[in-house]
């Protein structure tokens, strides 16, 4: 039988041209951050908030290598520019359902890039006065930063490259790859 990851995703697999990030270096992370997570909020409930969609696979992981008592929740926003790179400018097309306020919130992202998007966020979330209010991202690419926001709890650092997989969509596509990869140029070339 094969082993290679990508056997199973043949279709989506002809796009790619390098897995980053294996499925099992992703397990292994993610379970060292729900333990990190776990120990951090002992005796406390805090609310886990993601933001759909690209934060689905990283939450439902995340929150299964958590073992305390927590909620869960999701906002949706949409950029004003299709964009591969957002600017930041997102409107709100979904709000919370749980009230936070004087509530423990941790605040789940897939990928921050300049930060614009997540400060944005965060900026929405500390208006409705939180107890605490701290960030998870899976993925970090600093390059291009341009607002400095404290990660408490961070995956992977990555190149200042375009991924997909692992929830992450290139024009909707690849979010179910259960690895991290690289597409080939062409694929942005000829719009697909
Ligand atoms: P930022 O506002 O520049 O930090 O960008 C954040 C948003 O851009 C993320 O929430 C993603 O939706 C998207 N994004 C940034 N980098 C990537 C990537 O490499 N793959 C897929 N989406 C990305
Ligand atoms: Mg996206």
Do not use: W
């Amino acid at each position: 039988m094969s082993t290679d990851p990508t056997d199973r995703y043949r279709r989506l697999a002809s796009d790619l041209s390098e897995i980053l990030i294996s499925t099992e270096q992703i397990e292994k992370r993610v379970i060292e951050l729900g333990n990190a997570i776990s120990q951090d909020y002992a005796g406390k409930t805090p609310i886990l908030v993601g933001v759909l969609k690209g934060v689905l696979i990283f939450m439902a992981d995340l929150l299964r290598a958590i073992s305390i008592p927590l909620e869960v929740d999701f906002m949706a926003v949409t950029s004003y520019s299709s964009e591969t790179r957002a600017r930041g400018v997102v409107r709100l097309i979904k709000d919370l359902e749980i009230p936070i306020s004087g509530r423990e919130v941790l605040f789940v992202e897939d990928v921050v890039d300049t930060g614009l998007t997540l400060n944005y966020l965060l900026h929405t979330l500390r208006s409705q006065h939180p107890a605490s209010l701290e960030v998870c991202v899976l993925f970090n690419k600093s390059k291009h930063r341009l607002i400095d926001i404290p990660l408490k709890y961070k995956g992977f650092d990555l190149p200042d490259r375009f991924v997909v997989g692992y929830g992450l969509d290139y024009r909707e596509h690849y979010r179910n790859l259960p690895f991290v990869a690289l597409l080939k140029p062409e694929i942005f070339q000829s719009g697909k």
